[in-house]
């Protein structure tokens, strides 16, 4: 069977859009060949692709796996740009003919839809990562009782955010300023804050609930 591949034009394209999921999750590695990678806390590798479903001409899905076998139901992903559409008759794709690439219907392309539902995804294969059952506890920080509190309050009364200045007046002495932006520095890298504005990760939610029972 016969392989086709998108010009270098229709990557560049596609690079703005996968750049813009890296910045906002951990563990980007960026574009190599063909392919987009990440590679996340407890071993999983994941990759990312365009792909056509009607002809070469029409890289119109951008799909998604992940290697490691321990993320169960969510080791695979499919985002077909043609549900970030705003128009049946017109769905936005790449189109990709003679090397000259090019978006198609781009004005119709919900583009912030796709990128945050990826960005879901891979919080997903995080928090899959951190159950207990498939991965030991030392691949991830036993978290503290005040720190699950921290967590739980952000959740509750912040709406995910972890603002340093709300979350040390709700701490009421018991950890610093200096030590608070030391943690969420940690937990960004680790992958359990997004990028700034911070924000409590699926991966964080499930830490906490594991350590909790």
């Known amino acids: 069977m ?41 071993g999983a590798l994941v990759t990312f692709w365009l792909d056509y479903t009607v002809t070469e001409q029409r890289w119109d899905v951008l799909l998604a796996e992940a290697t490691s076998p321990n993320v169960g139901v969510f080791n695979a992903a499919s985002f077909p740009f043609n549900a970030y559409g705003t128009m049946s008759t017109s769905p936005p794709f790449i189109h990709d003919l003679d090397g000259e690439a090019e978006w198609s219907n781009r004005l119709y392309f919900q583009m912030g839809d796709l ?37 739980s309050y ?19 002495g018991r950890i610093s300023r200096r030590e608070l932006s030391r943690l969420a520095q940690e937990w960004e890298g680790l992958g359990l804050l997004t990028a700034r504005p911070r924000r409590v990760t699926v991966a964080l939610r499930a830490l906490v609930d594991e350590q909790e029972m």
């Open 2 to 42: 016969a392989h086709f591949y998108p010009s270098y034009q229709a990557l560049h394209l596609a690079d703005k859009m996968l750049d813009a999921i890296g910045e906002r999750t951990f563990g980007y590695q960026g574009r190599i060949g063909v392919r987009w990678y990440w590679r996340l806390r407890g």
């Open 115 to 151: 990128i945050q539902d990826a960005q879901l995804w891979l919080s997903l294969l995080s928090a899959s990562l951190i159950n207990p059952q498939i991965r030991p506890p030392a691949a991830f920080p036993d978290l503290t009782p005040l720190e699950r509190e921290l967590v």
């Open 154 to 172: 952000a959740i509750a009364e912040l709406n995910g955010y972890f603002r340093l200045r709300d979350l040390h007046e709700a701490a009421e």
